[in-house]
Structure formats: structure tokens, C-alpha cells
């Protein structure tokens, strides 16, 4: 049991090139996040996804897209990557709204730079 | 939308003393606050958390308290230990209905002194 993994750990790009990032959860949950972790912010949230087909903003969305075709997966694209997108990038999941747990379970973090 | 502060920023304790985190929230409706641990370079993970139907909980060292009135709540560390230092958040959301978000604190970088 895997839990929540994010690919890849480490990626540097530079300003307008763009990726994608995977985060895939085997626990069968509902609900999914991106999160941006910056130093003195705390994690803000980017976008998030309550089921598969479903996309929502978050807190900070500008220059970020997302999917979410499968259940299992919540890809987080940048199409134009900028300097002040440099940051640790975490995915979270959790059950549905049904479920008497709040908890979010986290992936172990993307570190991205851009030059 | 809920707003979230914590205090302090930063704490440094000697080995063995308590430590305290305090949070506030701005969003009366919010009835849940997990606290998560961050050790540097790790992922956060849950540490515990309490909902608005009690006001405190305790696991081992460590405990929170609730105060609905006021709108805050606080993590407390007993004993502390040298694998103790991490960054500590607090978090509050509403359960149920069509809120799935956690608005977290900005962290507190706990520091334990050997």
C-alpha cells in the first residue's frame, strides 16, 4: 500500500518551459489536492478535485491546470513555468464527504525550480 | 472565506519542557482542527486532531484545546524530545455539506534543545 506518490521528487525548468505533475493515491478516495509550499506561507492551496471528472480553484490557481480523468490520479500542469513558481509542491487525498475522517494524507513533495 | 493565524512563528524549548502552539480561526461554522507535523525535508502527517464537539483531546505527550467561543485553539507538548523539532500546523475546516477544504495555519518551527 503506497499511499500518496507524487513524480517526480526534484524537477528544475526554466521560465516558459512547461510539465506536468503526477500524483497518484491507491486508497480509493474522493477527494484530492494540490498544494504550493512556500517558506513563512504555510501550504496554500492550488486546485483541488472532489471525484473523478471534477476540478475546483483553490486559494492561489493563477498559472496552474489540472485534471483528474481517473480516480486514482490528479495531474497539475504549468503551461508557462515562471521564476515565482519555484516551490515545494505536495498532493494530498482524503475520503468523501461520507466519510467521518477529515484527515488528508500527503505525498512526499515535488521540489520545483525555475530559472 | 476561513482565515487562519498561528503563534508563534518560531519556538525553541529545552529538552523536556513543555511547548505550546496557538491558532485562531475566523469562520464560526468551522467544527474541525487537525494539527500536523513537518520534519524538514518529510511530507506533514497528521498528529491528531479535535472536533467542535469536545474541547479537549489528549494522545500521549501531547494534547489540544479547543475554545469555540473564542475561536482558537492550541497544541501542547509535554516533555519534549529532540525528535520533537519540526514544523507544527494547525489547519480548520467545516465537515459535511460542500466544504472539502482545509485552510492551514503558516506553521511553527518548533526547535527542542538536547
Known amino acids: 500500500n503506497a499511499g500518496v506518490t507524487q513524480t517526480p521528487k526534484f524537477r528544475v525548468l526554466k521560465t516558459g518551459q512547461s510539465m506536468t505533475l503526477l500524483c497518484a493515491q491507491d486508497?480509493?478516495?474522493?477527494?484530492m489536492y494540490w498544494y504550493r509550499q512556500d517558506p513563512g506561507m504555510g501550504l496554500r492551496l492550488i486546485h483541488y478535485?472532489?471525484?473523478?471528472?471534477?476540478?475546483a480553484k483553490g486559494e492561489v490557481p493563477d498559472g496552474y491546470n489540472v485534471s483528474r480523468l481517473k480516480k486514482q490520479n490528479f495531474l497539475l500542469g504549468l503551461e508557462s513555468a515562471a521564476p515565482s513558481q519555484t516551490s515545494v509542491y505536495f498532493c494530498?487525498?482524503?475520503?468523501?464527504?461520507?466519510?467521518?475522517?477529515?484527515?488528508?494524507?500527503f505525498g512526499a513533495g515535488t521540489r520545483l525550480s525555475v530559472l | 472565506g476561513e482565515n487562519v493565524e498561528q503563534h508563534p512563528s518560531t519556538l525553541s524549548v529545552q529538552e523536556g519542557d513543555s511547548a505550546v502552539i496557538k491558532c485562531t480561526y475566523s469562520d464560526s461554522a468551522s467544527n474541525y482542527f487537525p494539527w500536523y507535523k513537518q520534519e524538514l525535508g518529510k511530507r506533514p502527517q497528521l498528529i491528531i486532531d479535535i472536533r467542535s464537539n469536545v474541547g479537549e483531546k489528549k494522545d500521549q505527550r501531547i494534547a489540544v484545546t479547543l475554545n469555540k467561543t473564542a475561536k482558537h485553539f492550541s497544541l501542547h507538548i509535554t516533555e519534549t524530545q529532540p525528535e520533537d523539532s519540526a514544523v507544527y500546523f494547525c489547519?480548520?475546516?467545516?465537515?459535511?455539506?460542500?466544504?472539502?477544504?482545509?485552510?492551514f495555519g503558516k506553521g511553527t518551527l518548533l526547535t527542542v534543545n538536547p
Open positions: 489547519a480548520a475546516s467545516r465537515s459535511g455539506g460542500s466544504n472539502y477544504k482545509l485552510t
Open positions: 478535485s472532489v471525484g473523478e471528472g471534477t476540478t
Open positions: 494530498a487525498s482524503r475520503h468523501g464527504q461520507g466519510s467521518p475522517k477529515n484527515i488528508q494524507y
Open positions: 486508497m480509493n478516495h474522493e477527494y
